[in-house]
């Protein structure tokens, strides 16, 4: 799956001209956290509700700082903080440095990107022209749609769904495939040996469940004791 199969269509844009004021009918209006800031049709900025916290309008323009940093702060920063804070203009408060992705970019790597990024939303381009946004909300529907959807067609066989579970086990470090063994019989998946942690035993368990055809796992393992003086 990726960014094209469940992005939202970019229905709503400011320019750089437009007023604060605008931007925030803009936002209640479509029920939206953020909003692109597009000029000759390319994406300039964007413009969110982190952008618009620090007002003078509602006391928060001063926000906690410690006295005894304010001789160092840089007075750049000072004064771009002045200005966000009081300007009335979407140039002055949009964040200019806008991280994006692509139509193609897999929804597993924009997952990482809002993690990594500490953001809500990303817009998505193509040749510098925004087409869409993808908010967690979004991965959230795409993922409603994927559990919703009928399965393809099962594994034929026991035998072929517990290749198919040694497999992905194999290729997991902390598996301890060497210490448990598998059967399965009618679709159910039976885990028989021992673990080492509770997270390696869950790890196992969802592997197995990803599987197709499997219809449900047992897992009848123990913890293992490691020796003492072992590692």
Do not use: Q
């Not at 925030?24 to 209006?29: A, R």
């Not at 009928?150 to 034929?156: Q, S």
Request: aromatic share 4%.
């Amino acid at each position: 799956m990726k960014a094209k199969d469940v992005m939202t269509p970019y229905v709503v844009s400011v320019g750089p001209d437009n007023t604060i004021d605008e931007v925030i009918d803009i936002l209640l209006t479509h029920g939206i956290s953020a909003v692109p800031v597009v000029e000759g049709g390319k994406l300039v900025g964007i413009v969110s509700e982190g952008d618009l916290v620090r007002r003078t309008e509602i006391g928060t323009a001063e926000g906690p700082r410690p006295w005894s940093l304010w001789p160092f702060a840089d007075d750049a920063i000072l004064a771009a903080e002045y200005v966000k804070s009081r300007a009335t203009c979407v140039r002055d408060v949009m964040t200019l440095k806008v991280v994006t992705v692509t139509e193609e970019t897999p929804v597993g790597e924009i997952a990482v990107t809002l993690e990594r990024n500490r953001i809500k939303r990303v817009p998505v381009v193509r040749d510098g022209r925004p087409v869409g946004i993808v908010s967690r909300a979004d991965l959230i529907r795409g993922l409603a749609a994927v559990e919703a959807a009928p399965f393809g067609p099962a594994v034929p066989d026991d035998g072929a769904v517990r290749a198919r579970v040694l497999e992905i086990l194999r290729s997991l470090p902390w598996a301890s495939i060497g210490t448990i063994d598998v059967t399965v019989a009618g679709g159910v998946v039976e885990i028989r040996g021992g673990y080492h942690s509770e997270e390696e035993r869950a790890v196992t368990r969802v592997a197995a469940e990803t599987v197709p055809g499997v219809r449900k796992v047992d897992d009848h393992r123990v913890p293992m004791s490691v020796p003492h003086g072992c590692v």
